[in-house]
Each structure stands twice: as structure tokens, then as C-alpha cells.
């Protein structure tokens, strides 16, 4: 959060719940979005005040894993948890963080999201990645919502960070539907991409 500090741009912190008559991060991020539908309350009034046309998520990682522990503080059924989440757990999550994108997809803004990564070997041993969430399903899932998914990373024999929304025999789940060119950049940035989303 210190970073987004730095940059003095408007943010949203979320924490997990540790009172049951607080409000979960579900409920909160409900509300914005349901703000912003609407066109009318508090986080409409703040984004339609400073001009804000992108929203960013950072991260639905982060989103995943505060949604895991409101469940273990506050389940949605009103049933006591233990530290192991059941299978009806995880479907409230993926259905929430579903619903979530769905909804700020629709939204006449640009939406930006980042996600941790999790890389796994499919049957015939090919790396496979895709945005770490709770349970299996989530993960693969996520990237179905965008435009364009970009592949950060840190190329240990270039030492730099690497962006690029090419897939390759190491890295998979990337793509365009925007046609950014299907090449490796080396300046890591948002702004290398600008001229195609403008």
C-alpha cells in the first residue's frame, strides 16, 4: 500500500475481518461496486469528483485469500468454522470473486486487475500458469473476464522484468483480444501499452 502511497492516486484499502459485526471485505467491495452500478453513493460521487476512468484491483489474489479468512471469522451460512474451509466455502468465494469481475467488466471503465501467479505441469509435463486463487477452479477461471492478459515476470538471464502477453513453451494463459502484438518487452510497464488501449 506504501507504493500506491507514493503514487498519490485515490485507493481502497481492505483488511480481513477480525469482529463478527464488522463487515466483511465481501460486503464492502459489494457496496462499491454496487455504487458504482447504481451511479449514485459514496464511491460514485468520489470516482465521478476526481475524473477516475481506470479502477484497479490489486490484487484478486489478495481478494481470494481476505474472503477465505472472513470465512473462517464469519461463514456465510451462519455455521461455525474450523481452519479447514469445506467445498461449499470455496464455491461462495469463486461465486463472489465471480460476480465481482462481472460486474466491474460492465462498468464503463477501464478495469485493471493484477494476481499472484501459480505454475503447474499439465499431463504432458507443459508449465501451465494462472492467477493463484482459493481452490481449483478459481485460477483458470479469472483470466476468461479480460481483454488482455499479460504475463509479468523476472527473466533470471536477462536480469530484468520482462512483460508480455506472448505465450511460450515455458509460460501459457496469455493472450489478446485487444491484438497487442504477441512480443516480449522489456520496460515492464503499463504505459508500453497505452498506444493500443487508447
Not at 188 to 198: I, L, N
Request: glycine content about 4%.
Amino acid at each position: 500500500m506504501r507504493s500506491v502511497e507514493k503514487l498519490d492516486i485515490p485507493f481502497v484499502e481492505f483488511e480481513a475481518i477480525s469482529d463478527r459485526k464488522e463487515k466483511t471485505v465481501s460486503s464492502q467491495v459489494h457496496a462499491h461496486v454496487a455504487s458504482l452500478k447504481k451511479e449514485e453513493g459514496e464511491m460514485y460521487e468520489l470516482v465521478k469528483e476526481l475524473g477516475i476512468k481506470t479502477i484497479f484491483i490489486d490484487s484478486i489474489s489478495a481478494y481470494s485469500d481476505l474472503l477465505e479468512a472472513d470465512t473462517i471469522v464469519k461463514p456465510f451460512d451462519g455455521k461455525e468454522r474450523t481452519e479447514a474451509l469445506q467445498i461449499q466455502d470455496y464455491n461462495w468465494i469463486q461465486n463472489r470473486i465471480y460476480q465481482t469481475l462481472r460486474d466491474m467488466v460492465a462498468l464503463p471503465y477501464n478495469f485493471v486487475a493484477s494476481a499472484g501467479l501459480d505454475v503447474h505441469p499439465d499431463d504432458k509435463g507443459r508449465l501451465r500458469t494462472h492467477p493463484s486463487a482459493a481452490g481449483n477452479k478459481l485460477g483458470p477461471r479469472i483470466p476468461h473476464f479480460f481483454d488482455d492478459v499479460l504475463l509479468f515476470y523476472y527473466d533470471e538471464r536477462k536480469q530484468q522484468y520482462m512483460c508480455s502477453p506472448e505465450q511460450s513453451k515455458e509460460f501459457e494463459h496469455a493472450g489478446s483480444r485487444a491484438k497487442i502484438p504477441l512480443k516480449q518487452y522489456s520496460d515492464a510497464s503499463f504505459g508500453t501499452f497505452k498506444e493500443y488501449w487508447a
